[in-house]
């Protein structure tokens, strides 16, 4: 009996960190205000980290420490029935979890990898791109992949691509965060890994900048980005901190690129229909979604992976979405666990397929918190090429 309460508690641990984790997964995907998220986060850790020693101590004053799995769960009480709730959520959500793994670990059909390569930004620079205690702390922590940078690259085969968009390719960009905590040399060498794919539209999808005082890196940084068609940019949740959204937007487009907050363009006499959509953050959606002209390829530049349903909805063939890092520490086997979204780590990083759309999902190309664990930062070339007839 002992071996099935241990079980059972085990269980109910499990299903109650998965509950509270969940919730705050998605209390952070609400939109609302950063100070209102982060004062009720504090209660759903507070619950987190106190629930299960006081049903513990409930569960043992009440039927006086019995290791008896069948008296204490019977028992009629509050404490007794979160156990018995948590030890089943825990079941239901190992499947869902099951679910989730298979599509972290795969590509939807019609991407194919072409190249990739890690470049440790640490070791090609003569310094180390930070000094802020608590990132040269972090970089003493084991298996931290901060400074790694993953560049890979794709094909995607896609019904409907219009022939003179065969072989277009697209740079995704996202979360470059700039703040204290990472130094310029970091982002000049994103600048030139970058301009070494030679692409013909690059995409940043938010999170450009924490700080109102690095709003002045992206002249020498972003504005050196470069390529044939066109350059576009959305903001996200973290570029409200500058608290100068507008100074951030000029300063973008001064750098030469386009700002698709809320509106859609052509790209040049191409059949290429490019949109942005910044909600919750910022309210307005592209105006206008129906005029899009229905011989063009749609592609849109969201912050978020939970607009992919918005997408869909609206006939976009390639959505690009940021913000959730990938969960930013993957545990093995376990994968991800924080992630900012309301379908939790479900849409963490990667491709997903919600027909007619194909989503990317980057784990950002830098970061906030100073630490990754088997998720490396990100750049991304994806390549179009129209899928095979009948594909």
């Known amino acids: 009996m002992l071996v099935v309460t241990i079980a059972v508690v085990l269980l109910a641990l499990v299903g109650h960190a998965a509950i509270w984790i969940g919730i705050n997964n998605r209390w952070h995907a609400t939109g609302l205000s950063r100070g209102l998220v982060k004062t009720v986060s504090l209660a759903f850790y507070a619950a987190l980290v106190g629930l299960p020693p006081l049903v513990a101590w409930r569960i043992a004053a009440a039927t006086e420490s019995s290791w008896q799995v069948r008296q204490w769960l019977t028992h009629p009480s509050a404490a007794a ?27 939807p059909p019609g991407v194919r990898p072409t190249a990739d390569r890690i470049v440790d ?23 931290n992949q901060i400074w790694q940078l993953h560049v890979s690259q794709f094909e995607l085969e896609l019904p409907g691509l219009p022939p003179e968009l065969e072989g277009l390719s697209l740079v995704h960009l996202s979360d470059f965060h700039f703040s204290r905590r990472i130094d310029r040399p970091y982002f000049d060498e994103v600048v030139r890994l970058t301009n070494e794919l030679s692409a013909d539209v690059i995409a940043l999808t938010g999170d450009i900048c924490d700080r109102r005082d690095r709003i002045g890196w992206i002249p020498e940084t972003v504005a050196r980005l470069e390529a044939r068609l066109g350059r576009f940019f959305i903001l996200g949740n973290h570029d409200l901190r500058t608290r100068d959204v507008a100074r951030l937007r000029s300063a973008m487009g001064e750098a030469g690129f386009v700002d698709l907050a809320g509106r859609w363009q052509r790209v040049g006499d191409k059949p290429l229909v490019v949109a942005g959509n910044e909600r919750p953050w910022f309210k307005t959606e592209p105006a206008e979604i129906d005029a899009l002209p229905h011989d063009a390829f749609r592609l849109l530049l969201a912050h978020t992976p939970d607009q992919l349903r918005w997408a869909s909805r609206h006939g976009f063939d390639l959505m690009l979405a940021g913000h959730t890092h990938g969960g930013q520490v993957r545990f093995p086997v376990i994968g991800p666990i924080v992630c ?52």
């Open 340 to 391: 900012p979204s309301l379908h939790g780590t479900k849409y963490a990083c990667g491709f997903f397929h919600a027909p007619p759309t194909l989503m990317h999902v980057s784990r950002g190309t830098a970061s906030l918190f100073p630490y990754r664990l088997n998720c490396r930062p990100e750049i991304t070339k994806l390549v179009l090429r129209r899928a095979p007839q009948g594909g």
């Open 121 to 143: 930004v640490a070791r090609e620079l003569p310094a180390l791109p930070t000094s802020h205690p608590r990132t040269r702390f972090f970089c003493l922590v084991p298996f």
């Open 81 to 107: 029935a979160y156990t018995v709730f948590c030890a089943a959520y825990a079941c239901v959500h190992a499947l869902i979890w099951l679910r989730d793994r298979r599509r972290l670990s795969g590509h």
